[in-house]
């Protein structure tokens, strides 16, 4: 029997705006004392009415055409009714009949390739409040609750955990990249449930769903996946597969979901327009001109880069993880042109010498920038727009190394200093005297010296035992201390030895 893997997600993220969705108190993501940023209108006070934050509703507009979805002219609130303690309202404000948009995708890139995902609706809604559960009691903090939020729910259209995993990572650097929302799961700005059934291949009937929850983690989002893969793969082996829909919640520390009492499951949630507000409605040039407005979207910028700068797919994708680094890394590489240019030693004109060299150069940086630069900006908890090294810098750093003139070991300790200092990398280079040794006379005696120092390998190399190269340019790189350059030292061994 060969099964189907059936799986959707419904998502909310926590947009990034200066006030909640309905009313003017600050929406902050950081804990503050609770229930201290709260007023009449998100307590749910009679009497009270909500205001839309316009902000809200113009990033719930990029996010949706970023998802290349149809934002609909006219999109209505609900109430959606239940009952609960951080609901103090009884009721929550959300789009149900016509929301804010539909229709989108996102297309993702697996290990099989490119897979569309289609997206059925993105809608605009409020945050309930947090209950903080105690041993002996549960408390509640309004702080949350009216802090606005997206709602995306995609298509059943995954077909394995991994894809799931990929998507939403997609869907966190886009939220980062159009600045709606910094969606860190872990903090809960990025939430997410998973709906999977399994089916027979090639069945056009889907059985009921599962539901899981409490996903903290994308890690989380696709073992618990897994999981119930292989939860309900045995249960169709053994002919009783799952008839009933039902919440699971996700146990991480027993790595297994587990079937959770969900009396909200059967709810009937009495949608109805909320009588306190009128319809969204746009116009196309409404539209437009938030489109517009939109930035480079992470996987435009991905497959321009790569083009530009020769980037391989893994080194592409992780400069374009962050929106800020990708713009640094672009204004090291032009930098870098500009300097290229202005070398008496390259010839052609500016886009033969640009095409000539930009696929080394471009390696060099990456280089540079993810592993050297990464590493200490890691240990001073730094991010790329708070580091003292300027682009210009990090390019002419780049450069030295470029024309060989100073070596690996050394540029380490220069790099080290200019993010220390933000100094100038040739500054540096003179200070410390960290200068690659060139001079051709110079090095000659240090290989006289060597030569001296070890003649029973010398004779060894004359009768054929060559490998002994690196023995001897590992001990002249050792007097010189790192300084010497290897190739002009290899070269003149050979001399002497040959
Ligand atoms: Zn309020
Ligand atoms: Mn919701």
């Given at each position: 029997m060969k099964l189907e893997i059936i799986i959707g997600l419904e998502i909310h993220l926590q947009i990034k705006t200066k006030s909640k969705m309905f009313c003017s108190c600050a929406n902050v993501s950081e804990e503050v004392e609770p229930n201290t940023n709260i007023c009449p209108i998100c307590l749910g006070h009679p009497g009270t009415l909500p205001v839309v934050n316009k902000e809200a509703v113009r990033l719930g507009v990029m996010m949706s055409l970023a998802l290349d979805c149809r934002i609909n002219k006219q999109s209505e609130w609900a109430r959606k009714n239940y009952f609960y303690p951080d609901l103090a309202k009884g009721y929550q404000i959300t789009q149900f009949e016509e929301p804010l948009a539909e229709d989108g995708h996102l297309t993702i890139t697996t290990k099989e390739g490119l897979?569309?995902?289609?997206?059925?609706?993105?809608?605009?809604?409020?945050?309930?409040?947090?209950?903080?559960?105690?041993?002996?009691?549960?408390?509640?903090?309004?702080?949350?609750?009216?802090?606005?939020?997206?709602?995306?729910?995609?298509?059943?259209?995954?077909?394995?955990?991994?894809?799931?995993?990929?998507?939403?990572?997609?869907?966190?650097?886009?939220?980062?990249?159009?600045?709606?929302?910094?969606?860190?799961?872990?903090?809960?700005?990025?939430?997410?449930?998973?709906?999977?059934?399994?089916?027979?291949?090639?069945?056009d009937k889907l059985y009921p769903k599962t539901e899981i929850k409490n996903l903290n983690s994308f890690?989380?989002?696709?073992?618990?996946?897994?999981?119930?893969?292989?939860?309900?793969?045995?249960?169709?082996?053994?002919?009783?597969?799952?008839?009933?829909?039902?919440?699971?919640?996700?146990?991480?520390?027993?790595?297994?979901?587990?079937?959770?009492?969900?009396?909200?499951?059967?709810?009937?949630?009495?949608?109805?327009?909320?009588?306190?507000?009128?319809?969204?409605?746009?116009?196309?040039?409404?539209?437009?001109?938030?489109?517009?407005r939109l930035v480079e979207l992470p996987w435009d910028k991905r497959e321009r880069l790569q083009e530009e700068y020769a980037l391989t797919d893994i080194n592409a994708k992780i400069i374009t993880g962050d929106p800020q680094v990708a713009n640094y890394f672009e204004k090291v590489m032009m930098e870098s042109r500009t300097w290229l240019e202005s070398l008496e030693s390259v010839v052609g004109d500016s886009d033969q010498i640009w095409e000539q060299n930009k696929k080394r150069l471009s390696k060099l940086v990456n280089g540079w920038l993810t592993s050297e630069l990464f590493k200490l900006m890691n240990l001073a908890d730094q991010s790329i727009t708070e580091i003292?090294?300027?682009?210009?810098?990090?390019?002419?750093?780049?450069?030295?190394?470029?024309?060989?003139?100073?070596?690996?070991?050394?540029?380490?300790?220069?790099?080290?200093?200019?993010?220390?200092?933000?100094?100038?990398?040739?500054?540096?280079?003179?200070?410390?005297?960290?200068?690659?040794?060139?001079?051709?006379?110079?090095?000659?005696?240090?290989?006289?010296?060597?030569?001296?120092?070890?003649?029973a390998e010398a004779e060894s190399y004359k009768k054929g035992k060559t490998v002994l190269i690196k023995f001897f340019i590992g001990a002249v790189m050792k007097e010189t201390k790192g300084k010497a350059n290897p190739q002009r030292v290899e070269e003149i061994l050979k001399e002497k030895l040959g």
């Open positions: 897979r569309r995902i289609n997206i059925t609706r993105l809608h605009l809604e409020e945050d309930a409040a947090k209950n903080l559960h105690f041993k002996d009691k549960t408390l509640l903090d309004f702080n949350r609750a009216g802090t606005p939020l997206i709602e995306i729910v995609t298509e059943p259209d995954f077909r394995t955990p991994q894809e799931t995993k990929i998507f939403l990572q997609e869907l966190r650097l886009l939220a980062r990249y159009l600045k709606v929302s910094a969606a860190e799961m872990e903090k809960g700005q990025l939430r997410c449930d998973a709906n999977i059934s399994l089916k027979t291949a090639g069945e890690r989380a989002v696709e073992k618990a996946l897994e999981y119930e893969v292989k939860r309900q793969t045995d249960l169709w082996q053994k002919n009783t597969p799952v008839k009933e829909q039902s919440t699971r919640g996700w146990d991480e520390q027993k790595q297994q979901t587990m079937e959770q009492r969900d009396k909200e499951e059967s709810a009937d949630y009495r949608y109805f327009p909320e009588p306190d507000l009128l319809p969204l409605e746009f116009t196309q040039s409404q539209v437009k001109e938030i489109k517009a003292r090294i300027t682009p210009e810098n990090f390019a002419e750093f780049i450069s030295l190394i470029y024309e060989g003139r100073i070596n690996s070991s050394a540029a380490q300790v220069v790099l080290k200093e200019m993010f220390k200092t933000g100094k100038d990398p040739s500054d540096i280079m003179e200070d410390k005297n960290l200068g690659q040794v060139d001079d051709l006379s110079q090095l000659s005696e240090v290989v006289d010296q060597i030569l001296k120092k070890y003649p």
